[in-house]
């Protein structure tokens, strides 16, 4: 059953408190993305990888860190510098980044509320 | 980079056609339209993609004019559960990286 998990769905945490977001994905896409959703708002991009140990900021980065050190896995790192990280967020794969398809998939979210 | 435009809101009954137009005017050469759908608290969903003319699935329909800086998602016979966001999302010409638009809400009314 191939798919793009997120973990957890719901996550609370602390000011002041860094926290990391998990993203897999069984698809062997090549690209994964970050975004950020706030409420009544479209879909900001704040990091993508395009291939393993490779990533780039998006619009929105400062704040977020990112790692890739496997294919399959993209975990975003929120940290204490963001200065409102109360949001959505949802992580999203791609066969390539560099192909003539925008099809993304996306996984369910996570919903992070800063306490 | 360049951004889509579309409408914020649009409103519906069932059963009627809905059309939602998306402005992309630095469209890549070779990039796709792509559109998706999303419902409160889930990830977007992919509807429908094309490159230019007419393409249509079991869902929707997709119009593109020939100088593609715009395409037109066409949903027939709507029903409540379409009711949801819907986004346009192309490359900017030059950029790797596809950008969502804002995104139209569309309500669906009994």
């Known amino acids: 059953d191939g798919g793009i998990t997120q973990s957890p769905k719901y996550l609370f945490r602390k000011e002041g408190q860094n926290v990391t977001l998990s993203c897999e994905q069984n698809?062997?896409?090549?690209?994964m993305y970050w975004y950020r959703q706030d409420p009544g708002q479209g879909l900001r991009l704040i990091y993508y990888s395009q291939i393993v140990n490779d990533f780039q900021k998006g619009d929105i980065a400062e704040g977020y860190s990112v790692s890739r050190e496997k294919k399959e896995s993209f975990p975003l790192t929120v940290t204490s510098a963001q200065k409102n990280p109360t949001a959505f967020y949802l992580c999203a794969s791609s066969i390539d980044s560099l192909g003539i398809s925008n099809e993304q998939f996306f996984g369910p979210g996570t919903r992070l509320t800063v306490l | 980079l360049a951004k889509t435009t579309q409408p914020i809101s649009m409103d519906s009954y069932e059963g009627q056609e809905v059309n939602i137009t998306c402005s992309h005017n630095?469209?890549?050469?070779?990039?796709?339209i792509t559109w998706y759908q999303q419902f409160p608290s889930q990830g977007p969903r992919f509807i429908i993609q094309?490159?230019?003319t007419k393409v249509t699935n079991e869902v929707a329909s997709l119009f593109i004019p020939a100088d593609r800086k715009s395409s037109t998602l066409s949903l027939p016979r709507v029903s409540l559960s379409d009711t949801a966001v819907y986004y346009c999302l192309v490359r900017p010409g030059g950029s790797y990286i596809p950008t969502f638009g804002r995104g139209t809400s569309l309500i669906v009314h009994p």
């Open positions: 630095n469209i890549a050469t070779n990039d796709y």
């Open positions: 698809l062997n896409h090549d690209a």
């Open positions: 094309g490159y230019k």
